[in-house]
């Protein structure tokens, strides 16, 4: 029985992977305020555009950043 149950146990990290487990989805406000969390997200939706840029996450922290730019070129 442990022999079967060692090779169960070196695959669930996996599964977890695979399972897609995605992040709770953040408002634009959210990202606003939260500056790192936003970075990164964009940086992760770059680097894997095909899979993550129709995600509502990528969606809310791209415009979360156009808000931001925009505002700072404002008078």
């Given at each position: 029985?442990?022999?079967?149950?060692?090779?169960?146990?070196a695959l669930l990290?996996?599964?977890?992977?695979?399972s897609?487990?995605?992040?709770?989805?953040?408002?634009?406000e959210?990202?606003?305020?939260?500056?790192?969390?936003?970075?990164?997200?964009?940086?992760?939706?770059?680097?894997?555009?095909?899979?993550?840029?129709?995600?509502?996450?990528?969606?809310n922290?791209?415009?979360?950043?156009?808000?931001?730019?925009?505002?700072g070129?404002?008078?």
């Open positions: 029985m442990k022999k079967h149950l060692l090779p169960i146990l990290p996996l599964l977890f992977v695979l897609g487990c995605e992040r709770e989805v953040q408002s634009v959210w990202y606003k305020a939260n500056n790192a969390e936003r970075m990164e997200v964009i940086r992760e939706c770059k680097a894997d555009p095909d899979r993550l840029n129709k995600t509502q996450n990528c969606i922290a791209k415009q979360a950043n156009r808000e931001i730019l925009n505002a070129s404002k008078p």
